[in-house]
């Protein structure tokens, strides 16, 4: 009786660490596709003027909703929908900075994902 309950109570134990890791992973995981920066900090680092910036404030709340929703998605449609969100900031953010801005954005943006273990 007694090797019964303690193997039970191993059993329990084991199954309460896997779920709390599992709950981990996922706050871990959806936390990675939080993309939210301090606009004025990289307006200074891109050297944005005050049309720039708010064009760019907006690009950028935009693709933070698109991650958050990607972080929501499974598997490949995560995939996907982490590609496109990335590729639709890319075109807009092109079209809005010069080309020395935008080469020092394209450096912060991949090191960011890739910090995050979101390049694909």
């Given at each position: 009786?007694?090797?019964?309950?303690?193997?039970?109570?191993?059993?329990?134990?084991?199954?309460?660490?896997?779920?709390?890791?599992?709950?981990?992973?996922?706050?871990?995981?959806?936390?990675?596709?939080?993309?939210?920066?301090?606009i004025r900090k990289l307006?200074?680092?891109?050297?944005?003027?005050?049309?720039?910036?708010?064009?760019?404030?907006?690009?950028?709340?935009?693709?933070?909703?698109?991650?958050?929703?990607?972080?929501?998605?499974?598997?490949?449609?995560?995939?996907?929908?982490?590609?496109?969100?990335?590729?639709?900031?890319?075109?807009?953010?092109?079209?809005?900075?010069?080309?020395?801005?935008?080469?020092?954005?394209?450096?912060?943006?991949?090191?960011?994902?890739?910090?995050?273990?979101?390049?694909?």
């Open positions: 009786m007694k090797k019964i309950v303690l193997t039970l109570m191993a059993v329990l134990t084991l199954t309460v660490a896997n779920a709390e890791n599992e709950n981990t992973n996922m706050v871990t995981s959806t936390n990675a596709y939080d993309m939210s920066v301090n307006g200074t680092v891109l050297g944005l003027n005050r049309d720039q910036m708010e064009v760019v404030e907006d690009i950028h709340r935009e693709f933070c909703n698109e991650m958050l929703l990607a972080s929501q998605a499974n598997g490949d449609e995560r995939r996907t929908l982490v590609a496109d969100a990335v590729n639709k900031d890319i075109r807009y953010m092109h079209y809005v900075l010069s080309d020395k801005q935008f080469k020092k954005y394209m450096l912060l943006l991949n090191t960011t994902l890739s910090n995050r273990g979101l390049n694909q």
